[in-house]
């Protein structure tokens, strides 16, 4: 069984910066791609960002220049660094691992397993 467990959400103010941290048990994700994802309410599940198995890291429009996306392959945990966060970024936030589709698929949602969710509000 793979379990997914979201950390480091929380209320901060325009501008500040938080780290997501998401652990993943039941599989290695040394060898597999990861991802972010958010929900904000009212809009649709939009990719934040990506890590492929091959090392290229995609990163929406949205964050880019501000987001950065890595894991540690020994923690078997990845993480999302937020910097200059906006109210707009307000979402819960989402990894996702294990594509097995095209990547396009898979950023769209069709990723394999799926954590809960860690809630990120951004105050102007």
């Known amino acids: 069984q793979v379990y997914l467990v979201e950390s480091g959400g929380g209320s901060v103010q325009a501008g500040g910066a938080l780290r997501l941290s998401c652990e993943v048990s039941?599989?290695?994700?040394?060898?597999?791609?990861v991802a972010w994802f958010r929900r904000a309410p009212g809009k649709e599940r939009e990719a934040v960002a990506g890590?492929?198995?091959?090392?290229?890291?995609t990163v929406s429009d949205s964050v880019k220049g501000r987001f950065t996306i890595s894991k540690d392959d020994a923690k078997n945990t990845l993480y999302l660094q937020m910097h200059t966060l906006k109210p707009e970024d307000t979402a819960r936030y989402y990894c996702?691992?294990?594509?097995?589709?095209?990547?396009?698929?898979?950023?769209?949602?069709?990723?394999?397993?799926w954590g809960q969710g860690t809630q990120v509000t951004i105050s102007s």
């Open positions: 890590l492929r198995r091959d090392g290229t890291i």
């Open positions: 039941g599989i290695d994700i040394s060898d597999v791609s």
């Open positions: 996702a691992v294990v594509c097995q589709s095209t990547w396009r698929a898979c950023v769209a949602g069709n990723m394999n397993h």
